[in-house]
T-cell receptor, first 115, second 113 residues
Framework: KNQVEQSPQSLIILEGKNCTLQ??????????LRWYKQDTGRGPVSLTI?????NTKSNGRYTATLDADTKQSSLHITASQLSDSASYIC??????????????FGSGTKLNVKP | DGGITQSPKYLFRKEGQNVTLSCEQN?????MYWYRQDPGQGLRLIYY???????QKGDIAEGYSVSREKKESFPLTVTSAQKNPTAFYLC????????????FGPGTRLTVT
């Protein structure tokens, strides 16, 4: 069964601290993995996207890693800011046909950065 | 939120009434999607469309209907047959030459009482 599991469900950290969010998946055939940031009441916004051959990708203070062998990904946030408070969603895309990709969504990690 | 707009942002309806959620995109994307988001759950696919005048059921299509008469528009109707319609609804789109890209709209919060 194709699934995406994220941990932890929620996380509270102090401003300026680092944190790491986890994503494990069983999706096949794997196409790519994307991390989204979703502010409360808003649509998700893409942070990074990685294909099978990529191990690490950074976007400012956000660094995503991918281990395609163990089917695990992590999102590391450095020097957190209050504006990082949001839900972070891991999405894995399965390549089904030449003209359609199926997307599998994790339930997200809700991050709360406190001053 | 890119070039995808959803309206209204908040919608309130009485039980038993049909309601239509709007989704418009000016990105010239071929594919469009509707998702439902509930607390503690991942996004679930309701319907998707890869081309004008064609659409396919997703994982939870019961109680919903869509149309795709124009490339830029993909409205979703929540019918009275949908048992638990209260949710946050997200529209997304993808370009044909990059189907793993997905851009989301700002969402519509529907509350049915």
């Amino acid at each position: 069964k194709n699934q995406v599991e994220q941990s932890p469900q929620s996380l509270i950290i102090l401003e300026g601290k680092n944190c790491t969010l986890q994503c494990n998946y069983t999706v096949s055939p794997f196409s790519n993995l994307r991390w989204y940031k979703q502010d409360t009441g808003r649509g998700p916004v893409s942070l990074t996207i990685m294909t099978f051959s990529e191990n690490t990708k950074s976007n400012g203070r956000y660094t995503a890693t991918l281990d395609a062998d163990t089917k695990q990904s992590s999102l590391h946030i450095t020097a957190s800011q209050l504006s990082d408070s949001a839900s972070y969603i891991c999405v894995v895309s399965a390549s089904r046909t030449y003209n359609f990709n199926k997307f599998y969504f994790g339930s997200g990690t809700k991050l709360n950065v406190k001053p | 939120d890119g070039g995808i707009t959803q309206s209204p942002k908040y919608l309130f309806r009485k039980e038993g009434q049909n309601v239509t959620l709007s989704c418009e995109q000016n990105l010239n994307h071929d594919a469009m999607y509707w998702y439902r988001q509930d607390p503690g759950q991942g996004l679930r696919l309701i319907y998707y469309s890869q081309i004008v005048n064609d659409f396919q059921k997703g994982d939870i299509a019961e109680g919903y209907s869509v149309s795709r008469e124009k490339k830029e528009s993909f409205p979703l109707t929540v019918t009275s047959a949908q048992k638990n319609p209260t949710a946050f609804y997200l529209c997304a789109s993808s370009p044909r030459d990059s189907l793993y890209e997905q851009y989301f709209g700002p969402g519509t919060r529907l509350t049915v009482t």
